[in-house]
């Protein structure tokens, strides 16, 4: 079984930062592929980025390509997503997500295991 706890969410102005983590609770956290995702209010849940289990390949939405970076710390058993220069349609709760594989993309049908979210708003 495994357990994911997203951290990190809050308020912030436009512009701003934040910084998200995962702390999961599984043995060989280095064998899933991880994701994040997100879901706005009264809109469906979309992709935001995607790691492989080495964290050598990562995969981003359209919409965060270079303002988010997707990390992750094998040692730690833990996953980040370091977001910049956020705009408030970046406002929603944001999820992460493990797959059993090498690396998962955008689908997140591909995904076996979820946090709970944390929520991000950014205010303009």
């Known amino acids: 079984q495994v357990q994911l706890v997203e951290s990190g969410g809050g308020p912030v102005q436009g512009g701003g930062s934040l910084r998200l983590s995962c702390a999961a609770s599984?043995?060989?956290?280095?064998?899933?592929?991880m994701g994040w995702f997100r879901q706005a209010p009264g809109k469906e849940r979309e992709f935001v980025a995607a790691?492989?289990?080495?964290?050598?390949?990562?995969y981003y939405a359209d919409s965060v390509k270079g303002r988010f970076t997707i990390s992750r710390d094998n040692a730690k058993n833990t996953l980040y997503l370091q977001m910049n220069s956020l705009k408030p349609e970046d406002t929603a709760v944001y999820y992460c997500?493990?797959?059993?594989?090498?690396?998962?993309?955008?689908?997140?049908?591909?995904?076996?295991?979820w946090g709970q979210g944390t929520q991000v708003t950014v205010s303009s």
């Open positions: 997500a493990a797959a059993l594989a090498d690396y998962s993309g955008s689908y997140s049908g591909e995904y076996d295991y």
């Open positions: 599984v043995r060989g956290f280095s064998n899933y592929a």
């Open positions: 790691i492989s289990w080495s964290g050598g390949r990562t």
